[in-house]
């Protein structure tokens, strides 16, 4: 499957993102794991974290680089962290198959 930072729910998936603001450019990097061990998508992006700023770089970032509308993506935890959880809504075994075929391309 995707590594355990998608998981299917009612509705949609939730994916686990670690979102590094300030950086020198937009780009998701790779997965990594937690102090928990568990496994999260590390995403780094220029904005700055005032105002939601960094937040909305990292859903147009995420939106464009899984073919996804940006209308159905939410941060629904973490918004003033850096460990932040999304829900895209849409079938979540058809969502779980796209980033499934997204991580293998990137492998």
């Known amino acids: 499957m995707t590594g355990k930072f998608v998981t299917p ?11 590094t603001p300030k950086a020198s450019r937009d780009r998701v990097e790779q997965l990594v794991a937690d102090a928990d061990g568990a496994m ?6 220029t904005a700055v ?13 995420l939106s464009k680089e899984w073919k996804v509308p940006r209308s159905t ?17 849409g079938d979540p075994a058809d969502l779980a198959a796209r980033l499934d075929q997204w991580m293998a391309k990137r492998s």
């Open 40 to 45: 999260m998508l590390k995403a780094t992006v």
């Open 73 to 89: 993506m939410e941060i629904v935890l973490g918004a003033t962290d850096r460990r932040k959880v999304l829900f895209i809504s």
């Open 9 to 19: 729910v009612a509705g949609g998936v939730r994916v686990t993102v670690r979102l």
């Open 49 to 61: 974290p005032e105002d939601g700023k960094a937040n909305a770089a990292l859903l147009k970032l």
